[in-house]
């Protein structure tokens, strides 16, 4: 029974993420938005590692994303009697 609850809590601890490890994942993902939207935005005419270069690089990921997320089914709910009806969508 001891083992099982150790590796049960060894288990637990080893999923949590060090902040330092979190940093590091973003800085991946910073890098990788670099990467991709970058050349477009120098493209664009923006110099590289600018502010404005470094806005249009997040304004195209998050244009790229919200286009990506808005594709996803959408369900509805509906509940209700006589013209009365509560919707839910998830």
């Known amino acids: 029974m001891r083992i099982l609850i150790l590796a049960t809590l060894i288990l637990l601890v080893s999923g949590c993420a060090t902040q330092a490890e979190r940093a590091a994942q973003v800085q991946r993902e ?24 470094r806005d249009c690089v997040l304004r195209l990921a998050t244009k790229e994303s919200l286009e990506r997320y808005s594709r996803a089914p959408v369900s509805a709910n509906c509940v209700g009697h006589r013209g009365f009806f509560q919707c839910t969508t998830f």
């Open 30 to 53: 910073v890098d990788q938005m670099i990467q991709v939207y970058g050349p477009g935005c120098e493209k664009l005419g923006y110099k590289g590692d600018t502010d404005p270069w």
